[in-house]
Nanobody, 115 residues
Framework: QVQLVESGGGLVQPGGSLRLSCVAS????????MGWYRQAPGKRELVATI??????TYADSVKGRFAISRDNAKRTVYLQMSSLKPEDTAVYYC??????????WGQGTQVTVSS
């Protein structure tokens, strides 16, 4: 069972940047497809994914503004967020993909974009 610890969230003004980190333990991290989700009231969205080889995908809502990366040696996946908008406000989670009803989740990290 994988354990996930997200960090790096905070309060930022519109147009600002944040870098989120997610440290994974308890599984073969380097071979896993990883993703960042965000949870706003009533809505969960998969915003970015990254394969073991570094190929990435993005939701249309964040394309061109967010960048996902990983460091397999550190068992860490990152989400660099730029040009942040108020609608990016959410709790951000990472996880091994695909997520099932048996997946465990970390505590998430709150991102608030507000002036």
């Amino acid at each position: 069972q994988v354990q996930l610890v997200e960090s790096g969230g905070g309060l930022v003004q519109p147009g600002g940047s944040l870098r989120l980190s997610c440290v994974a333990s308890g599984s073969s991290f380097s071979t896993n497809l990883m993703g960042w989700y965000r949870q706003a009231p009533g809505k969960r969205e998969l915003v970015a994914t990254i394969t073991s080889g570094g190929s990435t995908t993005y939701a249309d809502s964040v394309k061109g503004r967010f960048a996902i990366s990983r460091d397999n040696a550190k068992r860490t996946v990152y989400l660099q967020m730029s040009s942040l908008k108020p609608e990016d406000t959410a709790v951000y989670y990472c996880n091994v993909l695909p997520v099932t009803r048996f997946s465990s989740w970390g505590q998430g990290t709150q991102v608030t974009v507000s002036s």
